[in-house]
């Protein structure tokens, strides 16, 4: 499985040159954009070398709000994904309502969704991590703390 830590530049479209071998990372249809590649075991590595330009706010950790997994939702035909699951901080009221639509297949009536997320928020209710699908068999991970997982690296530059 692929792990990405995501970035951006902060100074506009003054690109600065990122501090690690090519290898290391994957940019997005943006420049502006970035995603460390990492294993677990190699993260803490990976962050120091770009340390100082974190700490220069030369570069800002990507981070998922409720508001950009509501509009990865809302584009999800054009990004051609299903969403699959999605974990949440606390479990809402009316979760049933949720698992119902995920068990009667219908995970991509978005307007429901969206409606139940809606819901969910005003109850005070985070998300932790949605899973989507590429074309039905890849999937995607993507966390709250701007982590990408996928077992294909090619399928997440789609994301940023």
């Not at 970035?34 to 993260?43: A, E, I, K």
């Not at 699908?133 to 996928?150: A, E, M």
């Amino acid at each position: 499985m692929d792990l990405y830590k995501l970035y951006r530049h902060n100074n506009g479209d003054k690109i600065q040159p990122i501090p690690v071998q090519p290898a290391e990372y994957i940019e997005g249809s943006s420049s502006s954009f970035f995603g460390l590649h990492f294993q677990p075991d190699t993260y803490q590595v990976l962050e120091a070398k770009i340390k100082k330009a974190i700490k220069k706010k030369r570069f800002i950790q990507h981070i998922m709000t409720y508001n950009k997994y509501v509009e990865l939702i809302r584009a999800s035909e054009q990004l051609n994904i299903q969403l699959y699951k999605m974990d949440f901080t606390l479990e809402p009221d009316n979760y049933d309502e949720w698992e119902d639509l995920f068990l009667k297949n219908q995970q991509n009536d978005v307007n429901r969704i969206l409606y139940l997320l809606s819901d969910f928020y005003q109850q005070g209710v985070g998300i932790n991590k949605m899973i989507v699908r590429i074309n039905g068999n890849y999937q995607i991970y993507i966390y709250n703390n701007g982590v990408l997982c996928s077992k294909r690296c090619i399928w997440v530059r789609r994301f940023y």
